[in-house]
């Protein structure tokens, strides 16, 4: 007996054949909301081929868009703990993905606002930038600090832009143990689409970080300041050896030179008389 067949007939024969092996739709079980993170319960469905997982929120400012949190979520997780952004209730949904798509997305889960933060005191100088007519141009509104992320030699510094501003462009500043009042602009060019930036950090100094909004009307208030990140100090591989003064000539500024030897290491001390 002949078979008889098309090339739509095949087009859907493999079209049903690749969804087969997309993973099927993960289980939603519950967000544990906390003040500043969340902690989001799922399981997979058995059968599933699965590489990893991702996980989306949305706000109520917008429950129709959904964006992908940038976390890596193994496939054998049943949990991950996520940051939330302060005074926005955001709810959660879970896709599994291998290397022929991503699934359906599970339940929508319960939501959680993240504990919102207020200044130690009242702001003080508040401003409005004004055009000719006295009518208040839209400059950006405070971005929020997530927080930064510390490693040896460098830090990832999270944010959140506020929904609706107008924003060209982000700047990091930074200050140190030593100074906590002097802020220093970063020269680091951060697009208005980014909600992270990963930058070097100086050795053995501990930084903290905030972040400023800023578009051609001028400059938002600064962000909530990160929690600290130190850079791992940078030391010498092996003591200093061949260690010696230099000197003119004459040798008329040299009167002394002591060569002084503590646990192989040598120092030269020039005494000016």
């Keep these: 007996m002949a078979l008889a067949t098309s090339v739509g007939d095949i087009s859907i024969f493999k079209s049903k054949a690749l969804a087969l092996k997309t993973p099927s739709q993960p289980v939603m079980l519950f967000a544990e909301c906390h ?33 992908d949190i940038d976390v890596e979520v193994p496939s054998n997780s049943t949990q991950v703990k996520v940051r939330l952004i302060p005074g926005v209730f955001q709810s959660f ?22 504990k919102q933060e207020v200044p130690h005191k009242n702001p ?20 929020w600090m997530l927080f930064a992320e510390c490693h040896e030699k460098d830090v990832t510094v ?11 462009n982000f700047l990091i500043q930074y200050n140190t143990s030593y100074n906590k009042d002097k802020w220093l602009d970063v020269d680091v060019e951060v697009p208005s689409n980014s909600t992270q930036v ?22 938002s208030f600064p962000s909530e300041v990160s929690n600290p990140c130190k850079g791992k100090p940078e030391v010498p591989h092996k003591n200093p050896s061949n260690v010696t003064a230099v000197v003119d000539d004459s040798d008329i500024n040299v009167k002394s030179l002591l060569i002084h030897s503590v646990m ?10």
């Design 198 to 219: 990963k930058l070097p950090l100086i050795p053995g100094v501990e930084q903290s970080f905030q972040v400023i909004a800023e578009n051609e009307f001028g400059r």
């Design 158 to 168: 999270m944010f959140e832009p506020k929904y609706g501003s107008h924003i060209r």
């Design 264 to 273: 192989s290491l040598r120092y030269a001390y020039v005494f000016p008389f």
């Design 124 to 143: 003080s100088n508040v401003t409005a930038v004004v055009d000719d007519s006295g009518k208040a141009l839209k400059i950006p509104s405070q971005p």
């Design 35 to 67: 003040e500043k993170d969340v902690t989001i319960m799922f399981q997979a469905k058995s059968g599933s081929h699965i590489r990893n997982f991702v996980i989306q929120y949305n706000t109520t400012y917008d429950k129709d868009e959904w964006l």
């Design 93 to 114: 949904r879970v896709i599994a993905e291998n290397e022929f798509g991503r699934s359906f997305p599970s339940e929508v889960s319960n939501p959680c606002e993240g």
